[in-house]
């Protein structure tokens, strides 16, 4: 792709993340020659604002995007399934935010503060990994460099936003009626979720483990380009509106020394140390809502094991997690190639 | 002691897990010939009715207790520091819901199901672990058993109860003011808690740890009679109001075998399981609020790691993880001796 103005497409525009990636285009100031937004059919048309601008958002029919360079897709893996292909054969790229493409062989999965140079091999479709993936990457990523990643098993504590705007108004909903005394019935998730946990996020397989769980898992091994590197996730819904947090606990190679990891997190690109807790200060999702980095804090060692280190990860899930990611991509992509 | 009626006392009955364990007293039918409640001196007198009868809680002198058999102690680790010793002096056995005492070595650490066998040298005082201690001992010890544990990472979701009242009354203050779209400044806790999560609980040591999960590993260690075995915990508070949920990774010396660690769980003294993820089931904070057991789910087995298992576990923390596992203390000491 070659420098210069972009046309560019969201399809999902009305969701949470493309909605996002909408706002973000125009805070950072994207090369945009013109912005194409399409709902994928199940939301009715309507408008909206962006940058002092009026924008209406269409029903997508493919022949649309004939015109864009750039398409971000967020309406869904079913929704990737079918188009992904189909748009990216009309010579523009697309950045899908579903998980239907990720292990792909040729779909690139990338972060770029970690693996930007696995975007040279795109054919068309470069896949923005899953959301607690992404956080968890982007500080694990130095560490690996440093001592050689061997295994993480990790505890994730994610947000409601993540399962799109029905259920953030669930949680409003359900939190509201149980403070009233009255409880209503869950309809977006599969049991109530106000003042509740739900330690299930997507599918089950025949093992017992969820799709989340294994994507974690899987989409590490590609994005840090060893897939010997084991994660053992549990994957848990919490009631929060916005932001997934991480408890880490990652064993390396070689001996971990706790001052170079600091280090190394402090200068990692993306990365906030938020971590003194003689002070109390440690990230907590609400403290991270529209911020741009990945949070890490509760840095320790363990006593007998040399080589693990303990962490708690947290990062705004619509961004970092999702639509900040993808655009960084489209950046990548223009300023670069 | 000799079977027959017991006089008992609670001191902190105003509390949270005191008024629990007065409620238990007389649901379970403890042979009680008088029960004496007691504020700890914090908050004013009243009254409370239990089982039809009116009592009068007074404050606290130390000569009340010598009409008592035994005394439950919820009012703090600085008043059963103060106090449980002279209160033992009596001749009243004190069973000491507080972390004060919990590794003194003359002191036995008793979850009944578990190791009831180390009532036996009690120098009169007993102490209650720590409320995520309980529920992981519960599930682990059949496992144990069988296995060999050797190890544990487990990251806890607790609720606000185990703060106590005002921890409640602040989840609810500021859930109710966060949806009107007004914030509220935390008081009990560190952080903000309504739709938020606090990394956090208890104070930190200088590596980084907090005392909860320090306890979790020692207190472990002390009831499972194995202090080789490792506990690494990050321990989280959640915005739920009641019920304690953890996620576990269990390492053991020998390869577990799933059938048979769900055949162990099912017919262990105070677990359900409760696992069949195609439809859903699970266990969650809210549907164990009120119920006396710990529950068990999302088993599953590790690959490539076959001496590991990770579960789901989670109990009413004012119950299991506090009021009923005393009571249940105080029966083992009344019919069994």
């Not at 103005?5 to 909408?22: F, K, Y």
């Not at 694990?140 to 259920?167: D, E, F, N």
């Not at 200068?267 to 003194?276: M, Q, R, S, Y």
């Not at 200060?281 to 007998?304: E, Q």
Request: proline share 5%.
């Amino acid at each position: 792709m070659t420098r210069g103005r972009r046309a560019v497409s969201i399809i999902g525009a009305t969701g949470l993340v493309g909605s996002e990636i909408a706002r973000l285009l125009h805070k950072r100031k994207f090369p945009l020659s013109e912005l194409l937004l399409f709902s994928s059919g199940r939301t009715p048309e309507r408008e909206t604002t962006l940058g002092g601008r009026r924008y209406e958002i269409g029903r997508f029919g493919p022949v649309d995007v004939f015109r864009s360079d750039i398409c971000f897709l967020a309406a869904g893996g079913e929704y990737s399934r079918q188009h992904a292909w189909l748009i990216a054969r009309t010579g523009c790229i697309v950045i899908d935010n579903s998980s239907a493409l990720r292990m792909h062989p040729h779909v690139p999965l990338v972060v770029p503060e970690v693996n930007s140079a696995d975007l040279r091999s795109h054919m068309g479709v470069i896949a923005n990994p899953n959301c607690s993936t992404i956080q968890m990457v982007v500080a694990l990523a130095p560490l690996h460099r440093q001592w050689g990643l061997k295994r993480v098993i990790v505890s994730t504590y994610q947000s409601v936003s993540g399962a799109g705007l029905r259920a953030t108004g669930e949680l409003a909903a359900q939190s509201s009626s149980l403070l009233e005394g009255t409880a209503t019935a869950p309809d977006v998730f599969e049991h109530p979720i106000g003042f509740n946990l739900i330690p299930q996020i997507d599918a089950f397989d025949d093992e017992g483990w969820t799709r989340e769980e294994r994507k974690m898992a899987n989409e590490t091994g590609k994005i840090l380009g060893d897939k010997s590197i084991d994660v053992v996730a549990t994957a848990v819904r919490v009631p929060v509106f916005r932001g997934h947090s991480e408890a880490v606990y990652a064993e390396f190679d070689r001996p971990v020394d706790l001052a170079a990891a600091r280090r190394l997190l402090k200068t990692a690109p993306g990365v906030v140390v938020e971590d003194d807790p003689s002070r109390s200060i440690y990230p907590t999702p609400l403290g991270c809502v529209g911020k741009d980095d990945t949070f890490v804090g509760r840095l320790r060692l363990v006593a007998d094991h040399p080589n693990a280190l303990c962490m708690w990860i947290v990062s705004d899930n619509l961004l970092k997690g999702a639509a900040l990611n993808a655009v960084q991509i489209a950046e990548e992509l223009t300023s670069k190639r």
